[in-house]
């Protein structure tokens, strides 16, 4: 089991609302990423960090932001939820003492519903 | 979220038979390569991997085949049990440090 956790795990909220989603790990690793995942399709590289104070954007554009203040935690903040934001988030984090073979583990994962 | 990626093939299989999962890469340079479960409602969890540098990892019940030359990957379960029923993702580590490329995805449903 990996030690990586998200809150909350499900969440309904109205249009308009500023929403964080949050990822701790105690695993110690300083690679983290947010994923997109509709149900029953691919994962969406949203954002990542290579440690503290490093934050990128992935593949997918998102309205979302990230922050990296800690090692362990990786919040995502969307100011302005939408319908459109309604997804499931997954957040995940490895470790490089091996450059080229850094497995990835996944949290939970957020279902998001905007109403 | 709109949803602009690709439905995800199936497989059906008979508790007891072995299941393959195949999956296909684009980048040549990718030198380490992650097959993940996910079963509903839950994150991606690691279940083998496997280097270049290797055409073929064994675990307990799977094996990991790797074929360069065509860029193609596949996932063999042997014995496939209904706790098995899962969405498999392949995704491999390309030149982007750190980063993961996920494969499209395969829903396997193991059928008592």
């Known amino acids: 089991e990996a030690d990586i956790y998200q809150t909350p795990r499900y969440l309904v909220i109205g249009t308009g609302k500023k929403i964080t989603l949050e990822c701790s790990q105690t695993m110690g690793h300083d690679k983290m990423y947010w994923y997109q995942q509709d149900p029953g399709m691919e994962l969406h590289l949203i954002h990542y960090s290579y440690g503290v104070n490093s934050t990128e954007k992935g593949d997918l554009s998102s309205e979302s932001t990230v922050s990296r203040i800690r090692t362990e935690h990786f919040p995502l903040t969307l100011e302005s939820a939408r319908p459109s934001h309604t997804s499931q988030y997954l957040c995940?984090?490895?470790?490089?003492?091996?450059?080229?073979?850094?497995?990835?583990?996944f949290g939970p994962g957020t279902r998001l519903l905007v109403l | 979220g709109e949803s602009v990626g690709l439905h995800l093939p199936t497989l059906s299989v008979q508790e007891g038979d072995n299941s393959i999962i195949n999956c296909a890469y684009s980048n040549s340079a990718s030198d380490y390569f992650i097959w993940y479960k996910q079963e509903s409602g839950k994150g991606p969890q690691f279940i083998i991997d496997i280097r270049s540098n290797m055409d073929k990892r064994q675990g307990q019940r799977v094996t990991v085949l790797l074929n360069k030359t065509v860029k193609h990957l596949s996932l063999q379960i042997a014995a496939t049990q209904p706790g098995d029923s899962a969405v498999y993702f392949c995704?491999?580590?390309?030149?982007?440090?750190?980063?993961?490329?996920f494969g499209q995805g395969t829903i396997l449903t193991v059928h008592p």
């Open positions: 995940a984090s490895s470790e490089s003492h091996v450059v080229g073979q850094e497995t990835q583990y």
């Open positions: 995704a491999d580590h390309g030149t982007s440090y750190g980063k993961l490329t």
